[in-house]
């Protein structure tokens, strides 16, 4: 299935680029979202990738109760849609419960089910029915032939746009590692298999309460990850992460993100 019967509105469809999701972590405010999607596409567009924005309108998944967790859910998701009818772009955030799907659908092109929920059925399904494209990020607990079963449950509402992504598998209590077979294993599935190439590089369960990562490791990982096939890339991006309300730790630095897309549509049309 092409990318565009996946992704309906997405730009370069044909270009046999891998395709990209890429936006910060949250909505924090208009002010930040705009520049940083504006950017993103500008940069996309010149090297003909397929680009959905990214973020999410809400944080349900935080360690401390005074996390940064949104602004306002309706808030958020009226930024999201903006974005996409001023950029022309598809854009995607997280649902974390049933009832949430289908008020994010009124606003986004692509849900995505969050790692730590991937086997919630009634989660899965009510995704699923909204009709709209699903993303589904791999658990850190799981393998990735173990996915399918996830996918199985989308597709049994009749929806069979599914994407899974793969955001590495946890390592002891406070690390994760990419095993680069799940590509090729979930790729079995039919769907394509998007490298998650910042979270994968997060430290979780830190003594603070606030995740750590190795944002000098994306560059390394996304190659590694385009030369095993991966179809897509999905990234987190901030003008100053240090200053990131949320996962500020691993994400790459939003002046880092052309040279790397360069690199990476290199080795693409290398293989």
């Known amino acids: 299935m092409n990318i565009s019967d996946l992704i309906p509105g997405i730009k370069f469809p044909d270009s046999n680029n891998f395709f990209l999701l890429a936006g910060p972590c949250v909505i924090e405010n208009e002010e930040m979202a705009f520049p940083i999607a504006e950017k993103i596409k500008k940069i996309t567009d010149g090297l ?9 309108y809400r944080k349900a998944n935080r360690s401390r109760p005074d996390s940064f967790s949104g602004i306002g859910d309706l808030k958020a998701l009226a930024i999201l849609k903006t974005i996409s009818d001023e950029f022309g772009i598809p854009v995607l955030t997280d649902v974390h419960s049933a009832n949430e799907a289908s008020m994010a659908a009124g606003y986004a092109d692509v849900l995505q089910i969050p790692a730590f929920l991937c086997r919630q059925t009634d989660l899965l399904l009510a995704a699923g029915k909204t009709g709209k494209t699903v993303n589904i990020k791999k658990g850190q607990f799981l393998s990735g032939e173990s996915m399918k079963f996830a996918v199985d449950k989308v597709k049994a509402t009749g929806n069979n746009k599914v994407l899974l992504t793969e955001r590495g598998s946890m390592f002891g209590y406070g690390d994760l590692v990419v095993d680069y077979r799940n590509i090729a294993e979930m790729q079995k599935t039919g769907c394509p298999v998007i490298l998650d190439i910042t979270h994968s590089l ?58 790397l897309l360069v690199k990476l549509v290199k080795i693409r049309n290398a293989i």
Do not use: Y
């Open 202 to 259: 997060q430290q979780p369960n830190q003594p603070g309460g606030v995740s750590g990562g190795r944002p000098e490791l994306i560059e390394l990982i996304a190659k590694a990850g385009i030369a095993a096939g991966a179809d897509g890339i999905f990234l987190e991006t901030h003008p100053v992460p240090s200053k990131a309300k949320s996962d500020g730790a691993n994400m790459l630095r939003l002046d880092k993100l052309e040279d």
């Open 48 to 56: 003909e990738i397929p680009f959905v924005f990214k973020a999410s």
